[in-house]
Each structure stands twice: as C-alpha cells, then as structure tokens.
C-alpha cells in the first residue's frame, strides 16, 4: 500500500461517511506535493474529521438518544444515531514502523487507531494518485 498523505480517505466502523485526514504540514515530508501523514496525526477534528453520524450506543450521545427513544416506542430498541465527534484514544498503528519522519513513523492504506466508543478507523485510500 502507498504511504497516506493529506486527504486520503478514512473509514470509522461505527460513522456512517468516510471522512478526511487532514495533515497540516509541519515536516518537511512530501510525496507528488503532499504532506506524508505520520503516527502523531491523531487529534481529533484537527486530523481526524467527523464521520458524520455515530451509530454506537457506547457514545454517551448515541446512548441517551437511543435510550430516550426507546422507551418513547414502548421499550422498542430504536437505535438514534448522533453526530460524530471522535475521541482518539491513540497512534495511528502504523504496519511501517521503521519507515520514519520527523514526526514520527509513517501510516499507510489499511493503518488503524481507535476511537474511545469503540470504533476502528482505518485509511481505506492513501491519497496517492497517478494520472496517465
């Protein structure tokens, strides 16, 4: 897999949209003019946008929404998705770890880090692109 750089696409198992990440250009690290995206890029809504609805009930919104409605439909489960802040709870894990930059080792397609509510985020699409 291509090493990830700004704007390669990530994926939360618990969003509903991909989102963005965002590597703000702080080493001097650039592949065809964008900067490499390394462990250290985590910090939520900076790095890491929203994936537009959270569909876990382990996030205190998700839950209180979801608990409210329930019991609205007479103790029917009714999952209400809420809008998606994530908390990271650490690195990106990167499966190049000895590839390293000045902020740290690289992260490519398939890397991950979690979200405090359960969810996996992955890079789907490094950000790469070749046109011929």
């Given at each position: 897999?291509?090493?990830?750089?700004?704007?390669?696409?990530?994926?939360?198992?618990?969003?509903?949209?991909?989102?963005?990440?965002?590597?703000?250009?702080?080493?001097?690290?650039?592949?065809?003019?964008l900067?490499?995206?390394?462990?250290?890029?985590?910090?939520?809504?900076?790095?890491?946008?929203?994936?537009?609805?959270?569909?876990?009930?382990?996030?205190?919104?998700?839950?209180?929404?979801?608990?409210?409605?329930?019991?609205?439909?007479f103790?029917?489960?009714?999952?209400?998705?809420?809008p998606?802040?994530?908390?990271?709870?650490?690195?990106?894990?990167?499966?190049?770890?000895?590839?390293?930059?000045?902020?740290?080792?690289?992260?490519?397609?398939?890397?991950?880090?979690?979200?405090?509510?359960?969810?996996?985020?992955?890079?789907?699409?490094?950000?790469?692109?070749?046109?011929?």
């Amino acid at each position: 897999m291509p090493i990830a750089v700004c704007n390669a696409i990530c994926r939360c198992s618990c969003g509903i949209a991909p989102s963005t990440l965002t590597v703000i250009p702080k080493a001097p690290v650039f592949v065809n003019g964008l900067p490499v995206a390394s462990v250290s890029d985590v910090i939520p809504m900076v790095n890491i946008k929203s994936f537009g609805m959270c569909q876990t009930v382990a996030n205190p919104m998700v839950a209180a929404a979801t608990a409210a409605a329930t019991a609205a439909a007479f103790g029917v489960f009714t999952l209400v998705p809420m809008p998606c802040i994530p908390v990271i709870t650490s690195p990106w894990i990167s499966s190049k770890p000895t590839v390293m930059i000045p902020t740290g080792a690289v992260i490519q397609g398939g890397d991950k880090c979690m979200c405090a509510w359960g969810g996996v985020i992955e890079i789907s699409i490094p950000g790469q692109f070749t046109v011929s």
